[in-house]
């Protein structure tokens, strides 16, 4: 659980951070390794860390991960590859190393601090042969400098009196779930400084990463280089005595042949022009301070949300490529292995609004990476026998399909995964994100460039999809999977049809706009896709006709053709459980109930929310919400549902859904934490707190509020650019809205929430 405690000292009120900005863990868990490794991730935009300890741990899960930095591999055909580990340092004490696994730990204190991104620890130990010293760690990936990154380790003397040594090196020979994709090409070590040049086996990406060590304020002690064949190592030594305090600083700088021809000259050059570590660690301060400055959200009479609600957004800031529009966010983030790496609607959908309103350069980078998939998407179309651009379901560095098509079980039989045959609302889910995007920041330019070809092209496959039913006379897509993927293989889903019927009519609005702002752009695109004027309008006819099973009295839509003919179950005879029900009533037994995975027909109520009224969500919500498993279903869902829950005047479900949401990785409600961010979710939470409670709806004069917050929230502050200005709501409280400054949210005391 997430306990709060206040501390009024007066040191603590000096910090620069105030209140609700630390994650804080006072009793190390080795059950819950995994897990508290993925709480205690840190990122920078170009490469991830996971929060694994700097000495080790048996069984641990380190991860270095890096932005685009792939690699084959069998069943997903390319994986996201855990990077050489850049963290070991080990300290000897009379010659017993250091560990948490070893002696005996007197304290333990290990933190997130999300405001400056740091991750610390103390820890007072005591050697298997009685000596006791206390350990303070810290480390951070520069978000001034994404190449730079950093540890600080104080070693003090309680009552040893004898010889400390320091080592530091790198692990330059990882694996990413037991595959290991990386092969050394050099390694060695001078003057204070190791360095290590590797290579990819199969998509040859170098890596170049270079280390120096440094005993802080003294010069004179000497820093060796051991084990430069095998294994490079920076090594220093002390004569310690009762009190004595020594600071001792690793620099580390990370370069691959993504950015650069020669990632490791680039990492040695870097290096050699590096600052210490307490001016690099004031330019990584300073630009997570700017950072906040338009991100955060202030909740108050609530500190477990207001710190929940930060350590997501957190994650998604932390994570979000800032030079490089040629990657995404997978939905682990850089934290953990899962999904291997690939982009999915996740990013789109649930991660690119809060980014939109927030840091539109950043949400640009995002949806650029899909414009350079479009090749990919147009091969991927094309073997599958349609028309146009067809996104992959799972994609990586090309956008050519590499969502497996066969999963082996633990007992060896392998089961079909159809997602990336016939998932193909992702393709309606990409355009939605590109057109919303535009009319946010009305960044025309972006549009003729880059978007209007996405959201064309994209429309032309939905063309060639469609099949007309004679016998109904309307247009039907059949044979899909709904974001409900409990059921696969299923007809005229109706998230499906009516997202695509939303993106044909936007593509045409969008395509009278550019023929009238930039004929010659639309001129290209009429050669390029084969925009003619038969084709335009069979978009419009399909539109019209596309066929969606909706009852005209109580507006129920049906999810797909039959699901109100599927078995209808009471959740509660399934409790308590511990896994979803798909998990304990197998795949098949579950596509024949109604059981839903994550809210699909609400979800596409929530997407067009302009389009529907109160009593269509109303009589949806009463008939689908109780068939969703929001416990183990997606956990994609709850945040959805605590938005619509508002829009239904529900505060206290709304605040279930939020919370699950909100603390699915502080507090592993899902019990899958271990294997990483769930970004999506925490995208989630923005679109919760701001949609939902702060009840934000876009007007042609820019977006105003309509609040439902909880009845315990006495305030709800935050920002949001709209057409290049600033909109600063500041709810719950009779004051002028203004833009925030964190300086000046300063408390009387410092709130740390433990986990």
């Not at 024949?592 to 979800?603: A, H, S, T, Y």
Request: glycine share 6%.
């Amino acid at each position: 659980m997430l306990n709060v405690s206040t501390q009024n000292s007066q040191q603590n009120q000096q910090l620069i951070d105030t209140t609700d900005w630390n994650v804080i863990e006072t009793e190390f868990d080795p059950t819950r390794l995994h897990h508290k490794e993925t709480v205690f991730t840190l990122a920078n935009g170009y490469l991830g860390v996971r929060g694994s300890f700097e000495e080790g741990y048996p069984q641990d899960s380190c991860a270095t991960l890096i932005h685009g930095v792939y690699d084959d591999v069998k069943i997903a055909h390319t994986e996201l590859v855990n990077c050489p580990n850049w963290l070991p340092l080990t300290v000897k004490v009379a010659g017993e190393r250091f560990s948490m696994n070893s002696g005996e730990i007197l304290n333990y204190e290990r933190r997130l601090d999300l405001r400056l991104g740091l991750v610390s620890r103390d820890v007072r130990w005591r050697s298997p042969s009685g000596h006791t010293l206390d350990f303070h760690f810290q480390r951070f990936a520069s978000l001034a400098d994404r190449h730079v990154l950093a540890i600080r380790t104080q070693i003090t003397s309680v009552d040893f009196e004898g010889e400390v040594t320091v080592e530091a090196g790198f692990d330059s020979e990882p694996h990413t779930q037991g595959v290991r994709h990386w092969r050394t090409i050099n390694q060695g070590g001078v003057d204070r400084i190791i360095w290590l040049n590797s290579q990819t086996l199969h998509s040859v990406i170098q890596l170049g990463m270079v280390a120096k060590l440094v005993v802080e304020d003294d010069d004179t002690t000497a820093v060796g280089v051991e084990n430069v064949c095998s294994s490079p190592t920076l090594a220093t030594s002390f004569e310690f005595y009762p009190g004595k305090t020594v600071a001792v600083e690793k620099i580390v700088t990370v370069f691959t042949s993504r950015e650069t021809e020669l990632p490791i000259a680039a990492a040695i050059e870097r290096l050699g022009s590096e600052p210490r570590y307490a001016t690099l660690l004031a330019a990584h301060i300073a630009a997570w301070e700017q950072v906040w400055q338009d991100s955060d959200i202030i909740i108050g009479g609530d500190r477990q949300a207001q710190l929940s609600v930060r350590y997501n957004l957190f994650q998604l800031l932390a994570v979000t490529p800032r030079n490089d529009d040629r990657v995404s966010i997978p939905p682990k983030s850089l934290s953990g292995f899962a999904y291997s790496g690939h982009i999915f609607w996740d990013t789109e959908i649930f991660m690119l609004p809060f980014l939109t309103y927030t840091q539109p350069a950043l949400a640009r980078n995002l949806l650029t990476y899909r414009y350079h998939t479009l090749p990919g998407a147009r091969r991927k179309a094309q073997e599958a026998g349609y028309q146009g651009a067809m996104f992959a379901w799972e994609s990586a560095v090309t956008g050519d399909e590499v969502t497996p098509r066969w999963v082996p079980t633990p007992t060896g039989e392998l089961v079909r995964i159809w997602c990336g045959d016939i998932e193909v609302h992702i393709n309606a889910d990409i355009a939605y994100a590109a057109l919303h995007y535009w009319h946010t920041t009305n960044d025309d330019e972006w549009i003729r460039d880059y978007g209007g070809e996405i959201i064309l092209d994209t429309a032309v496959f939905w063309e060639s999809r469609v099949q007309w039913n004679q016998e109904r006379h309307s247009y039907d897509i059949l044979d899909v999977i709904g974001p409900d993927e409990n059921h696969d293989r299923v007809d005229n889903n109706a998230f499906t049809n009516l997202m695509v019927q939303w993106h044909l009519q936007s593509a045409l609005a969008l395509w009278d706009w550019l023929k009238q702002a930039y004929p010659e752009t639309s001129t290209q695109l009429v050669q390029k896709l084969n925009l003619t004027t038969e084709r335009l309008h069979h978009w419009a006819e399909i539109s019209e006709n596309l066929f969606v099973n909706q009852d005209v009295k109580t507006g129920l839509i049906e999810q797909f053709e039959g699901f109100f003919q599927l078995e209808d179950i009471n959740f509660a005879d399934y409790e308590p459980r511990t896994k979803s029900l798909q998990g304990l009533l197998g795949i098949e037994a579950t596509s024949q109930k109604q059981i839903l995975k994550q809210p699909d027909v609400l979800m596409l109520l929530f997407l067009l929310r302009e389009r529907y009224d109160y009593n269509t969500l109303a009589a949806n919500w009463d008939y689908y919400n109780q068939r969703t498993d929001h416990t183990y279903g997606s956990s994609l869902g709850p945040a959805i549902h605590a938005v619509l829950a508002c829009d239904l005047n529900q505060p206290t479900a709304a605040y279930t859904h939020f919370m699950r949401s909100a603390l699915v990785d502080l507090e592993d409600v899902r019990l899958n934490a271990g294997e990483g961010i769930h970004a999506a979710s925490a995208g989630g939470v923005w679109q919760a707190v701001v949609f939902g409670f702060g009840g934000i709806r876009m007007t042609q004069f820019g977006p105003v509020a309509c609040p439902n917050l909880p009845s315990h929230w006495t305030r709800l502050k935050f920002r949001l650019q709209w057409r290049d200005e600033w909109y600063d709501f500041d709810l719950g409280v009779e004051q002028e809205a203004k833009v925030p400054s964190l300086v000046e949210e300063t408390a009387n005391s410092l709130v740390e929430v433990e986990i």
